[in-house]
């Protein structure tokens, strides 16, 4: 399997704080790796700088084989490098299919197209149908993205996410907000992420940690603590004293 | 500053209703209506043709300001500037070039645009309060040139002297100003038509996702700087037009045609019609302009009042509103 994601000693500073200490891990295709640690571990800071939000004071980072460090936001996605959010970053007015839409147009790059109608792209509108009807949101498609239940709003996240058709794919914290009864459709939509494509998730549910990563990266006050599969993890003194607690 | 925060909580339910409601009427529709209504007001008071040339070119000016201020979210006081450009350098290339239209009119957008994606280079770095600070720092160092080079602009009196040849050689201006009226509004017309073309276009989703949300745009791999770059050079290349347009059926710019109390008055008039539909824009403007007409020839020292009273109405009572109390009273004599 070829490595689609690694990262080489990325550091970070924040003034006096050190927020990211010499992080190296590599995603190879049909990785779950899950990212945990206690609150201000820099779980969001790491992804940010992966995803190219921010840069790292040094320390590289390689996409699918090519240097990727210097490569802006954009850049990356073209790459096949998708993020989502912690706290969901949408377009509140648009019509939740419109939305679906703009990613497929933004994946296509025909977002520099200025004359003809964004209703002229059939393909990718019943592109757009299926996404939407895949995560059981065909019946809000012409809703506005804001009126939708929070719940709701966290499957758009992730649907974006996929229409973009990543190779590697960065969760921020899929499941936070959301009621515990609403997250099937989330949980069947983690569970039924292609296999070809590399998973990090950051996520404080330690259930969904345990039940849908193969390997398992603790990080404490930015360094990495350990690594390993999520039984070696359970098994770590050194884990269960900085983050599990007994 | 209320006019921005105005400007900003008007914009958003205004790209909303846009966005949320799919794209139903084609986009040669509304700039059909434009002509059509256009002619008929020409026809109808043929001795205003005077008022209607300035509705027209006004109501382009707003529209270039639409695209920046109500699609792509971007709250700006300096748009005089693109104007401004645009007017002198076509009123200079009649006067000591060519005094075709047609070429002025070209030269006129050239300067716009090429203003806009000078200026936009530097000022789309920035955003929010500093951004429509640099707008202004732009138009006033643009006026303050304009008022030293002399030699080129006629400074504080103005740039004159010029006499526009026939339009397509035929047409010469008359002094109704009946070809003035027709040549103006067919350009808005068409570029009514390609601004609805363009905001209807992936690129124009892309920038009112921008709008929207820049983080999520920037997360779906759009290149945020290049598109807003793109759409604000675009507005400068209509803005451009106006000015030529203003030069040349005026055969006079002046220094208040770069001014900060164009740009607000602009602002203004964005306001009164709605920002973020295009369509608001050619209302307000059209509403501004005959209202500014009507009061400042009964009282042509307080008109300003009159327009600040609307505006405020307009603001505490919104067009929507309106809209909505008036549909619930017609549902209810049913």
Same mark, same amino acid.
């Given at each position: 399997m070829t490595t689609l994601l690694d990262v080489k000693k990325l550091d970070?500073?924040?003034?006096?704080?050190?927020?990211?200490?010499?992080?190296?891990?590599?995603?190879?295709?049909? $990785?779950?790796?899950?990212?945990?640690?206690?609150?201000?571990?820099?779980?969001?800071?790491?992804?940010?700088?992966?995803?190219?939000?921010?840069?790292? $004071?040094?320390? +590289?980072?390689?996409?699918?084989?090519?240097?990727?460090?210097?490569?802006?936001?954009?850049?990356?996605?073209?790459?096949?490098?998708?993020?989502?959010?912690q706290i969901t970053t949408l377009a509140p007015h648009f019509a939740v299919q419109r939305q679906v839409?703009?990613?497929?147009? +933004?994946?296509?790059?025909?977002?520099?197209?200025?004359?003809?109608?964004?209703?002229?792209?059939?393909?990718?509108?019943? +592109?757009?149908?299926? /996404?939407?009807?895949?995560?059981?949101?065909?019946?809000?498609a012409a809703t506005a993205t804001q009126d939708l239940a929070y719940g709701d709003q966290r499957l758009i996240e992730m649907a974006l996410a996929l229409a973009l058709r990543p190779k590697v794919l960065l969760l921020d914290e899929p499941m936070a907000g959301v009621p515990k009864g609403d997250g099937a459709h989330l949980l069947a939509a983690l569970d039924s992420l292609p296999s070809s494509l590399a998973v990090l998730i950051i996520e404080h549910d330690m259930d969904l940690v345990f039940r849908f990563a193969n390997r398992i990266l603790v990080l404490a006050e930015g360094a990495v603590l350990a690594e390993g599969t999520p039984d070696e993890i359970r098994r770590d003194p050194k884990v269960r004293a900085a983050y599990l607690g007994n | 500053?209320?006019?921005?925060?105005?400007?900003?909580?008007?914009?958003?339910?205004?790209?909303?209703?846009?966005?949320?409601?799919?794209?139903?009427?084609?986009?040669?529709?509304?700039?059909?209506?434009?002509?059509?209504?256009?002619?008929?007001?020409?026809?109808? &008071?043929?001795?205003?043709?005077?008022?209607?040339?300035?509705?027209?070119?006004?109501?382009?000016?707003?529209?270039?300001?639409?695209l920046v201020v109500g699609v792509a979210?971007? &709250?700006?006081?300096?748009?005089? !500037?693109?104007?401004?450009?645009?007017?002198y350098a076509a009123g200079i290339f009649a006067l000591q070039v060519h005094p075709d239209p047609l070429i002025g009119l070209a030269v006129g957008i050239a300067a716009g645009?090429?203003?806009?994606?000078?200026? #936009?280079?530097?000022?789309?770095?920035?955003? #929010?309060?500093t951004f429509l600070m640099l707008t202004v720092a732009v138009s006033q /160092?643009?006026?303050?040139? &304009?008022?030293?080079?002399?030699g080129w602009t006629g400074g504080?009196?103005?740039?004159?002297?010029?006499?526009?040849?026939?339009?397509?050689?035929?047409?010469?201006? $008359?002094?109704?100003?009946?070809?003035?009226?027709?040549? %103006?509004?067919?350009?808005?017309?068409?570029?009514?038509?390609?601004?609805?073309?363009?905001?209807?276009?992936?690129?124009?989703?892309?920038?009112?996702?921008?709008? +929207?949300?820049?983080?999520?745009?920037?997360?779906? #791999?759009?290149?945020?700087?290049?598109?807003?770059?793109?759409?604000?050079?675009?507005?400068?290349?209509?803005?451009? !037009?106006?000015? %030529?347009?203003?030069?040349?059926?005026? %055969?006079?710019?002046?220094l208040d045609s770069l001014s900060f109390a164009l740009s607000a008055e602009l602002l203004v008039m964005l306001i009164l019609g709605g920002a973020g539909r295009l369509t608001g824009a050619i209302v307000g403007a059209t509403v501004f302009t005959l209202l500014h007409h009507t009061a400042a020839s009964i009282n042509p020292y307080h008109w300003l009042f009159v327009v600040g009273t609307l505006l405020m109405l307009v603001v505490v009572v919104s067009p929507a509103k309106v809209w909505a109390w008036v549909r619930r009273r017609a549902g209810g004599v049913r």
């Open positions: 970070k500073r924040f003034g006096g704080l050190h927020v990211t200490r010499g992080v190296s891990f590599s995603l190879k295709a049909g $990785d779950r790796l899950a990212l945990i640690g206690p609150n201000g571990a820099g779980k969001t800071t790491l992804v940010n700088q992966i995803s190219g939000v921010m840069s790292p $004071d040094s320390g +590289e980072i390689w996409l699918r084989g090519d240097d990727a460090t210097r490569l802006n936001q954009a850049g990356r996605v073209r790459a096949g490098l998708v993020r989502t959010f839409e703009l990613a497929l147009f +933004e994946r296509e790059g025909l977002t520099g197209r200025m004359w003809r109608s964004v209703d002229a792209y059939p393909t990718l509108k019943a +592109e757009a149908q299926d /996404i939407l009807a895949r995560f059981g949101l065909r019946a809000h | 500053m209320n006019t921005i925060t105005t400007t900003e909580a008007l914009a958003a339910p205004a790209a909303a209703t846009a966005a949320a409601a799919p794209r139903g009427a084609p986009a040669w529709r509304a700039p059909l209506v434009v002509l059509v209504l256009g002619a008929a007001a020409c026809a109808l &008071a043929p001795d205003q043709l005077g008022l209607m040339t300035r509705i027209f070119i006004t109501a382009l000016l707003v529209l270039s300001l639409d979210g971007l &709250a700006t006081l300096g748009h005089a !500037a693109l104007f401004g450009v645009g007017a645009a090429g203003l806009a994606l000078l200026s #936009g280079a530097f000022l789309l770095r920035y955003h #929010g309060f /160092i643009l006026l303050s040139l &304009a008022q030293r080079a002399r504080d009196d103005g740039l004159s002297g010029f006499v526009m040849v026939p339009l397509l050689g035929r047409f010469e201006f $008359d002094l109704e100003g009946r070809v003035a009226a027709c040549y %103006a509004l067919a350009v808005l017309v068409v570029l009514f038509y390609v601004a609805r073309r363009l905001v209807g276009s992936p690129f124009g989703l892309a920038v009112r996702g921008i709008h +929207e949300n820049p983080v999520r745009m920037a997360a779906l #791999g759009t290149p945020v700087f290049r598109r807003l770059w793109v759409l604000y050079t675009v507005a400068g290349a209509i803005a451009g !037009a106006a000015g %030529a347009l203003s030069a040349q059926t005026n %055969a006079v710019v002046g």
